[in-house]
C-alpha cells in the first residue's frame, strides 16, 4: 500500500511569488491533515478535510493560504503571496475513519528569499 | 504554555546504549503518540498509547505512559547509528482520541557509531 506522498519535495521562490504544494493521502483516508514546522519551532496543525469538506481550519496563519480536496482526493495548499516567514516544511498527514494514527507524507521543504 | 513539551532537547549517545526521551502535557488526553523524523525525511509513526495504558513496546521501543504525572518516556533500547532522528510526542485535543495533533519541539538524539 503507498504511503502519503507529497509533491515538490523542495520549492525555492521568491517573496511575492504563490507555490502550490500538493498531498496524495493514503487510498481510502477520509481525513487529510496539513502541519508545518518553521525553523527551530514545533511542529503546527493548519487545517484538516474530511473528505472535500474543511473540518477545522483554526491553524491557517492567514489568508494568503488557501487549501483544497477536490473530491476528497488529493489535497493541495496554495500560498500566495509567498513570504520570508512562510519558509519551513509543510507535513501532510492521512487518516482513516475509524483509527487514531495518523500517517505523514515526507514533507515539502520551503524556502521563500 | 504547549501540549507536547520533550525533555531532553537533544540527546547524545553512542552505540550499544539506551536512549530515554520524556514528554510532558498539560491537558487530559485519549492517546499519546511518538513518532521520528529522520534528517530531511518525513515523521514515521512508531507508537502509540492509549490513557488506560501503562506501558507499550515494539521491538526495541518502550514506551510509559503516567497520566497523573501528564507524562511519557520513550525508552529505545541498544541504540543504532541509524536511530539518529528527532523524536516527537503528539497528542489528539483533549476528550478525543482523532483530529489535529499538537507536537512538542521534539528531542534530537545522536547515536554515535
Known amino acids: 500500500e503507498a504511503g502519503v506522498t507529497q509533491f515538490p519535495s523542495h520549492s525555492v521562490i521568491e517573496k511575492g511569488q504563490t507555490v502550490t504544494l500538493r498531498c496524495d493521502p493514503i487510498?481510502?483516508?477520509?481525513?487529510l491533515y496539513w502541519y508545518r514546522r518553521v525553523m527551530g519551532k514545533e511542529i503546527k496543525f493548519l487545517l484538516h478535510?474530511?473528505?472535500?469538506?474543511?473540518?477545522?481550519e483554526s491553524g491557517m496563519p492567514n489568508n494568503r493560504f488557501l487549501a483544497e480536496r477536490t473530491g476528497g482526493t488529493y489535497s493541495t495548499l496554495k500560498v500566495q503571496p509567498a513570504e520570508l516567514e512562510d519558509s519551513g516544511v509543510y507535513f501532510c498527514?492521512?487518516?482513516?475513519?475509524?483509527?487514531?494514527?495518523?500517517?505523514f507524507g515526507p514533507g515539502t521543504r520551503l524556502l521563500v528569499l | 504554555s504547549q501540549q507536547g513539551e520533550e525533555d531532553p532537547q537533544a540527546l547524545s549517545i553512542q552505540e550499544g546504549e539506551n536512549a530515554t526521551m520524556n514528554c510532558s502535557y498539560k491537558?487530559?488526553?485519549?492517546?499519546l503518540q511518538w513518532y521520528r523524523q529522520n534528517s530531511g525525511r518525513g515523521l514515521v509513526h512508531l507508537i502509540l498509547?492509549?490513557?488506560?495504558?501503562r506501558e507499550k513496546h515494539s521491538g526495541r521501543l518502550r514506551v510509559t505512559l503516567d497520566t497523573s504525572k501528564k507524562s511519557s518516556s520513550l525508552l529505545i533500547t541498544a541504540s543504532r547509528a541509524a536511530d539518529t532522528a528527532s523524536y516527537f510526542c503528539?497528542?489528539?485535543?483533549?476528550?478525543?482520541?482523532?483530529?489535529?495533533?499538537?507536537f512538542g519541539q521534539g528531542t534530537i538524539l545522536t547515536v554515535h557509531p
Open positions: 498527514a492521512s487518516r482513516g475513519t475509524t483509527f487514531e494514527t495518523q500517517y
Open positions: 487510498s481510502g483516508h477520509d481525513n
Open positions: 478535510f474530511v473528505k472535500e469538506s474543511k473540518q477545522d
Open positions: 491537558t487530559s488526553i485519549n492517546n
Open positions: 498509547i492509549r490513557s488506560n495504558e
Open positions: 503528539a497528542t489528539p485535543p483533549k476528550g478525543t482520541s482523532y483530529g489535529k495533533l499538537t
